[in-house]
């Protein structure tokens, strides 16, 4: 069954630094990945996906991430991080026919 | 326009009561879900439906019962209340099944909090 861990409860980065965001994934058969963002109060929104094709992938809000196969991660990254970033980052893996979620990384930016 | 929206936003309750929480999108997806926040924000989900048909109904209390009567809406009863059934509890929707061909991207409602005193 796949699944992910995203290791890292918090992180906090000052405002204009770079930022990466851990997550491993379980083996198995070429994984769906994705990575959301939850804002405090808010839902869920999509940054990006992974389906096969270029490991590095694009998202929305300036993030991307890369899909290292060797090293089972899915890895979210931002080369400059802006206040409004703050929230909770979710890495989530598509196990059969649902979508499991990582616990979550609890980014804080300071000034 | 919402393309997934939950009502309420917020629910305060006392335990052994029963609530529901409504579910609707205007995206034309064919599946839907139920997921529970915890207060650790662990998010698991609960159930899905396919074109009304219930595809995922995880290891739930049968207290709690969804019914879906067209594909557009999903709803969640919950019967007798339990403290432990405070959480945030998102609905969402996808073109059509995870996994089914590839894999679909799921847009998240707002979110329901339901307290339960």
């Known amino acids: 069954a ?15 630094a770079s930022l990466e965001l851990r997550c491993n994934y379980s ?68 196990n059969g026919n649902k ?6 990384t609890i980014l804080r930016v300071k000034s | 326009d919402t393309a997934v929206s939950q009502t309420p936003k917020y629910l305060v309750t006392q335990m052994g009561n029963d609530k529901s929480i409504k579910c609707e999108q205007n995206l034309g997806h064919d599946t839907m879900y139920w997921y529970k926040q915890d207060s650790k924000k662990f998010l698991k989900i609960m159930f899905s439906y396919n074109n009304k048909e219930l595809i995922i109904n995880e290891t739930v209390p049968n207290r709690f019962s969804p019914k879906s009567p067209d594909k557009a809406h999903l709803n969640l009863h919950i019967n007798s209340l339990e403290l432990g059934d405070s959480a945030v509890y998102f609905c969402a929707s996808s073109q059509t099944m995870t996994g089914s061909s590839g894999a679909n991207v799921l847009t998240f409602g707002a979110g329901s909090r339901l307290t339960v005193l």
């Open chain 1, 2 to 16: 796949q699944s992910v861990t995203q290791p890292d409860i918090h992180i906090t980065v000052s405002e204009g």
């Open chain 1, 99 to 104: 979508l499991v979620f990582g616990a979550g």
């Open chain 1, 27 to 94: 083996y198995g058969a070429t994984p769906y990945l994705f990575w959301y963002v939850q804002s405090p109060g808010q839902g869920l929104q999509l940054l990006l996906k992974y389906f096969s094709g270029d490991t590095l992938v694009q998202g929305i809000k300036g993030f991307e991430a890369e899909f290292k196969r060797s090293q089972s991660s899915f890895n979210l990254r931002k080369p400059s991080v802006h206040w409004s970033d703050a929230a909770e980052y979710f890495c989530a893996v598509v």
